[in-house]
């Protein structure tokens, strides 16, 4: 066997075990993710394994003291840096050691910028204190770091990286993680971590620990609804983000925006939903359809294409 042959099977082991990752811990991911061409649904699934590991660096191992992780963490940012700065680093020899063997192919495929990273790695190292966002701005600053980046890298990786485009990302990257904290609010505080704004709130008349244990049903419901809009706000400053996405990819980034869409209809018609002990979701058959109706959106306009090229 050849060694171009041997590397050949270990860089598909390694982007197969990134696709495992996406299917068994990101769902909502997973079914847009499945109407990619092969070779950007290889790369999505290993940004998506980077991401997550950083992600478990911080939260994962509840064993572990603030200082362990941050010294794991700025391990991982060196590895990463390694992978921009020098194309033949050794591989760690841990469990991490296929997301950086499927990370250098995706390198070489897309140019991708090493800010953005930076910016995930950056996120993850404020969320190993207890963290309470004072302001509107404090928190597009997180969201910008934990999810804008994953926009961007995606709009680049589905073909558009003109500023116009990385800017349409940004704001969809702050709608989706909005999105997330509603959802997320009660796991969050578990955490020490409340992301929403602590000026908001009050204005509201409300703590975090009264909207969770949803003290004033009325008022509770009010603050949530504002923040629904809030997050609506972001989805609508991103519109036309696809049309300028290769045509593909389109139909991936529409039903992942579907999908988180979909959640903030739910929080908005059941504001309490968000101060109950089980997650806001979606079910498969909800999200399998949404990725039906991006599949058939897709051939309906490639159908439009070709007939107008007749």
Excluded at 9 to 25: I, M, P, Q, W
Excluded at 90 to 112: G, K, N, Q
Aim: charged letters at 35%; proline letters at 3%; one cysteine or more.
């Amino acid at each position: 066997m050849s060694l171009e042959t041997t590397t050949d099977g270990l860089l598909d082991e390694a982007f197969n075990a990134c696709s495992a990752d996406v299917k068994h811990r990101a769902r909502n991911f997973w079914f847009g993710l499945r109407l990619l061409p092969p070779d950007r649904f290889e790369s999505l699934c290993a940004v998506y394994a980077w991401m997550r590991r950083a992600d478990d660096l911080a939260d994962g191992d509840e064993s572990l003291n603030p200082g362990d992780r941050r010294r794991q963490i700025e391990l991982y940012r060196a590895r990463t840096r390694g992978l921009f700065e020098n194309d033949s680093i050794e591989e760690p020899d841990s469990d991490e050691h296929y997301i950086f063997r499927a990370m250098r192919e995706v390198l070489h495929r897309h140019e991708l910028q090493e800010r953005d990273f930076e910016l995930v790695i950056e996120g993850q190292l404020s969320d190993l204190e207890p963290c309470r966002m004072p302001d509107r701005d404090e928190l597009l600053v997180y969201c910008d770091q934990v999810a804008s980046t994953v926009g961007r890298i995606c709009a680049t990786i589905w073909g558009a990286s003109d500023p116009e485009s990385l800017r349409l990302a940004t704001e969809r990257g702050y709608s989706l993680q909005l999105t997330n904290i509603l959802r997320d609010i009660r796991e969050d505080l578990g955490r020490g971590r409340v992301y929403l704004p602590a000026d908001e709130l009050a204005d509201a008349g409300l703590d975090i620990e009264a909207l969770v244990a949803w003290r004033d049903s009325e008022r509770c419901a009010a603050f949530i609804k504002e923040q629904v809009e809030r997050a609506r706000t972001h989805y609508e400053a991103s519109l036309g983000l696809e049309s300028r996405l290769d045509e593909s990819c389109r139909s991936t980034s529409w039903a992942m925006t579907e999908i988180y869409r979909s959640l903030l209809d739910k929080i908005d018609r059941r504001p309490v939903v968000v101060s109950l002990g089980q997650r806001v979701s979606l079910s498969s058959l909800r999200k399998f359809a949404i990725a039906w109706g991006a599949r058939r959106r897709m051939r309906a306009g490639a159908s439009l294409h070709r007939e107008g090229k007749r």
